[in-house]
């Protein structure tokens, strides 16, 4: 049976049968069982090449088996269909192929794609024939639908666009941005050869907007983007496109995406990641280019003005905390973490009492610690009283004040960070950096590392209680830095390159060179 597009009149072969769901995505399935309600109670299973996607998966209060493909082997097609949810349906139909071999002849395999699927594959082919144009695009953070404010236009694909501003691209190519608003951007109205555009054009019913947004996106020579990772899933052979990601941490990715046609290439900051990336995402070496990571260039150009615009009090020193998220969503395709129990919401602190007694010793060594809550958080998270030495910035205080958080960083003397890939970045300043592991067992066990033996790779000093927190703040005011030859030995293992230069080696190994002449 050849693959054939799920379409209303399909309804009724699909109500007398079992459905198998095959490469599950979250948005097709919500927006599947939106329209055909009853579709739900069919589903027998779901089958995901994914292994780390393999088990109970509930759904809409239905909980559902997720297997590996060859238990397509298993299933009675005269009862049961072939339902695929993805974007790369193609794909996943060679998949059922190679596995059924003759059985597929007499099995109903459907896919099921949404409008942006559709209109996508209108304009390419519309515009197969045509020239690429000189066309750069630009995006970051989340689909739509997780869209949080400020993530869209953050992180390495703005640092690379500012850079590509500066070095003035503009004048040799157009700098497109796929964005959710294009209004909140009219500060780069004026400006030559860029242009925001509105990644819900996409499926947009105007169709000035849709014509816009589809010709950048069918034509552009090079696409550099940070997640999204299916936006850019039907690009010609001539087309190139960058994953970017967001950093090269410690923590193991939780159902990561392989690279499966959906970029050319991605970078890193040292070979160390380079095998690293390679293995998790299916690239080969020479995907993988070390070139270090563009936003990383912010750290050596802070802006003085930033603090004063969050409003953090001048201090002698300034310690960042980073702590990471531990309250994302089980099954629902984030990641498994779990919920601090802490009186504060913070690991280690664990009491407003404790709390206090921090507080007052940053005031006695007129220190402040920031603390920059996940995207995730906000300050409701968090209970700190009315400490004076302690302030709490939220993602869209950045936002706001358009300040990115690796500049912000720059400016800090000193940081706490449990797993995060901030304190590989933060390596390059060679400042001290201490790491919460009050948790890391139970951490490993639910999320893991990239590394065996994550003490080893940890470049800094370990806090697993108060006191410990405590004294390295009086460490700190010292100017102790007792774990600096430990942390220049990682970082030669972890970095390749030390300096401001990584937007251009990622331009350079792209683009023409000359631009830098």
């Not at 912000?408 to 919460?436: E, H, K």
Request: proline share 2%; with cysteine; aromatic share 12%.
């Amino acid at each position: 049976m050849a693959l054939r597009k799920l379409t209303k009149d399909h309804i009724d072969i699909l109500s007398e049968k079992k459905i198998c769901i095959v490469e599950k995505s979250l948005s097709y399935m919500e927006e599947l069982c939106d329209n055909q309600c009853g579709l739900l109670s069919a589903v027998l299973c779901i089958v995901d090449t994914n292994k780390r996607n393999h088990g109970d998966f509930l759904f809409r209060g239905k909980k559902l088996e997720v297997y590996g493909t060859s238990c397509l082997r298993q299933l009675d097609f005269e009862r049961t269909a072939i339902l695929i949810t993805s974007d790369y349906y193609r794909e996943a139909y060679e998949v059922v192929l190679d596995i059924l071999g003759e059985r597929a002849a007499g099995t109903d395999i459907f896919y099921f794609s949404n409008k942006e699927t559709e209109y996508e594959e209108q304009y390419r082919s519309r515009y197969r024939n045509t020239d690429l144009q000189d066309i750069i695009i630009f995006r970051s953070g989340p689909h739509a639908s997780s869209y949080i404010k400020g993530m869209d236009f953050a992180d390495n694909a703005r640092a690379l666009f500012e850079h590509a501003l500066q070095t003035g691209l503009n004048r040799r190519y157009e700098l497109v941005w796929f964005v959710k608003d294009p209004n909140e951007f009219g500060q780069y109205a004026h400006i030559e050869n860029v242009s925001f555009l509105s990644f819900d054009w996409s499926i947009s019913d105007d169709q000035e907007e849709r014509d816009a947004y589809y010709r950048a996106l069918c034509l552009a020579k090079y696409i550099f983007f940070t997640d999204a990772y299916g936006f850019a899933r039907n690009c010609r052979s001539d087309q190139t496109r960058i994953q970017l990601w967001h950093g090269c941490g410690f923590k193991t990715r939780v159902n990561f995406v392989r690279c499966e046609n959906r970029y050319e290439y991605t970078t890193v900051i040292s070979d160390l990641y380079a095998d690293i990336h390679a293995d998790i995402y299916g690239l080969r070496k020479d995907q993988v280019l070390v070139t270090g990571y563009a936003k990383q260039d912010w750290l050596f150009h802070p802006h003085r003005d930033d603090m004063g615009r969050l409003h953090i009090p001048e201090a002698d020193r300034y310690i960042f905390w980073l702590p990471t998220f531990r309250s994302a969503q089980q099954n629902l395709g984030q990641l498994n973490e779990y919920r601090l129990k802490s009186e504060t919401g913070l690991p280690i602190v664990d009491s407003v009492e404790q709390m206090d007694r921090l507080n007052a010793l940053l005031t006695e060594k007129n220190i402040v610690l920031v603390v920059k809550l996940h995207p995730f958080q906000d300050r409701g998270m968090v209970h700190c009283g009315n400490c004076s030495n302690i302030h709490l910035v939220e993602n869209e205080d950045l936002t706001v004040q358009d300040i990115p958080v690796n500049r912000l960083l720059g400016q800090a003397d000193a940081l706490i960070s449990d797993y995060s890939s901030a304190a590989v970045d933060f390596m390059l300043l060679d400042r001290p950096i201490a790491f919460m592991l009050e948790d890391v067992e139970r951490y490993e066990q639910s999320r893991g590392f990239v590394f065996d033996n994550i003490r080893e790779w940890l470049p800094g000093k370990e806090l697993t209680s108060f006191e410990d927190l405590c004294d390295f703040v009086e460490e700190i005011d010292r100017g102790d830095d007792t774990t600096a030859d430990r942390r220049r030995m990682l970082k030669g293992r972890m970095h390749k390159y030390c300096d401001d230069r990584s937007c251009q080696r990622i331009l350079e190994a792209f683009l023409d060179e000359s631009i830098y002449n």
